[in-house]
């Protein structure tokens, strides 16, 4: 008889030691793991953004990692996509999907949606910034109200950011962003989740930081950035965020120590984790807090929550 479809969906900071729980969990519930990071999508980097290893792999069957150049675009409604068609896959083996992950906009297209804009044409694009620096915000935001009388409940007066994103949509679609928004659907029933917060103490968090940083300077990451900055990445591409490229970066170019380059890797990444717990008070208010320092008792709580 074929099992219960389900997701679970592991979420948590960064150093919560969210991939350890998924392997126990993949082992219980005869599960494959997917990943939810933006930043492990890349092949060509492993041990700057803490990616599962081979020991980890070995047993368990791990998809969507190391699969993207960082030479290529590579945005959320493109794993939107891939992940949809292994969950489908996955259940066809009868097996357990378990999404992980720290990228909360991810999981978040996966359980409400994502909406789908067209590419907006550069012409539009060029014409709404053009028109904001003329008249100003204050002026911009009321020709943006008479144009999409919609965004008056949605975008603040002085968000210059958004009022341009919401009136360039209006200008090419032809449609409100936010009736775009509202008529936006998950491709799943909310009821096949089992969402699961790793919700680590920070003393803990940073102190998990801290050592994940030397860790990762112990198994060679100067050599992978070396390499990385070798590839000839544009700029504004994602993959040129991932922390560390820049701290390791100027302690080659001798602008900083190494002991300099750990501490500020140490601190943007606490920063992020510190965003993380921000986004899921905002966003994950739903999902099941659990946590013990113990994997094991770590193990017990996430399957008495998913059962």
Known sequence: MDKEKKVI?????????????????????????????????????SILNSKPNLADTKNIKHHLYSFKSVKDKFSTGHWLDLVITKIEEQW????????????????KALTEGLVKIPEISESIRKETRER????????????????DPLAENFVLPTDSHRSMRVYEVKKFTNQSLFKLIKETKSNFKESIFRKLFINTPKELLDKNIKNRVEIMFNNGVIDEVKKFLKIKVYRELSSNKIIGIKEIKDYLGG??????????????????AKRQFTWSRGHMKSWKMIYSSNINDLYKKAINKIS
């Open 132 to 147: 904001h620096k003329k008249i100003g915000q204050n002026s911009f935001y009321n020709e943006l109200l008479k144009l």
């Open 9 to 45: 969906l592991l979420a948590g900071p960064t150093a919560s030691g969210k991939s350890k729980l998924a392997i126990k969990l993949a082992e219980c519930l005869e599960g494959e793991i997917i990943n939810a990071d933006s930043m492990q999508v890349y092949k060509e980097i």
């Open 92 to 107: 066809k083996n009868n097996k357990t999907p378990i999404l992980v992950g720290g990228t909360g906009l991810y999981f």
């Open 255 to 272: 602008k900083i120590t190494l002991s300099k380059a750990k501490e500020l890797i140490t601190i943007k990444t606490r920063q992020y």
